[in-house]
T-cell receptor, first 114, second 112 residues
Framework: DTGVSQDPRHKITKRGQNVTFRCDPI?????LYWYRQTLGQGPEFLTY????????KSRLLSDRFSAERPKGSFSTLEIQRTEQGDSAMYLC???FGAGNEKLFFGSGTQLSVL | SQQGEEDPQALSIQEGENATMNCSYK?????LQWYRQNSGRGLVHLIL?????REKHSGRLRVTLDTSKKSSSLLITASRAADTASYFC????????????FGTGTKLQVIP
């Protein structure tokens, strides 16, 4: 069990560029979550997967955000045409079972949009 | 959107004192969880309490749940400087596949 890993740890980009983050969950975990967190706030739900199926996407997310989890393993989160308001920590978490069990978090990807 | 709200937003205590944080939520839940986050890091799961449980202990942690008031509290006894962190409650709503949502957090500072 190597834990949840996220790559990269930090990303600095210019406004208007596209960025992609990767999350590798714990291998036997079937659920994978993406959250966004800004300074002083709690994690804000973005989307989650049960195996390869994306079950829900936050209504707060614009169409510039997309996530995939091919074959129910790793996941990618892409942000197109980044804006300064996208600057945040992007957290990935995974869990095992029918859902609603404890989440294991990665260390996050800190995005800075200049 | 945040499901839970923690109170207080910030708490500063001396080492050895107890720290109590409260969480209120809005919808019916399957379980409620508490997490800790050290600055700039991911969250670490502390304890999970199910909707049919009223109290749970884990080491120096004690969690209570009152589903009639839709509230929970986390007590950390005999606090240590290493307990300095932000603490979040998270709720898993009842009924099928539902996302886990987090509260706004309590920032705890334990002064040595």
């Amino acid at each position: 069990d190597t834990g949840v890993s996220q790559d990269p740890r930090h990303k600095i980009t210019k406004r208007g560029q596209n960025v992609t983050f990767r999350c590798d969950p714990i291998s036997e975990h079937n659920r994978l979550y993406w959250y966004r967190q800004t300074l002083g706030q709690g994690p804000e739900f973005l989307t989650y997967f049960q195996n390869e199926a994306q079950l829900e996407k936050s209504r707060l997310l614009s169409d510039r955000f997309s996530a995939e989890r091919p074959k129910g393993s790793f996941s990618t989160l892409e942000i197109q045409r980044t804006e300064q308001g996208d600057s945040a920590m992007y957290l990935c978490a995974s869990s095992f079972g029918a859902g609603n069990e404890k989440l294991f978090f990665g260390s996050g990807t800190q995005l800075s949009v200049l | 959107s945040q499901q839970g709200e923690e109170d207080p937003q910030a708490l500063s205590i001396q080492e050895g004192e107890n720290a109590t944080m409260n969480c209120s939520y809005k919808t019916s839940i399957n379980n409620l969880q508490w997490y800790r986050q050290n600055s700039g890091r991911g969250l670490v799961h502390l304890i999970l309490i199910r909707s049919n449980e009223r109290e749970k202990h884990s080491g120096r942690l004690r969690v209570t749940l009152d589903t009639s008031k839709k509230s929970s509290s986390l007590l950390i006894t005999a606090s240590r400087a290493a307990d300095t962190a932000s603490y979040f409650c998270a709720t898993a709503p009842s009924g099928g596949y539902q996302k886990v949502t987090f509260g706004t957090g309590t920032k705890l500072q334990v002064i040595p």
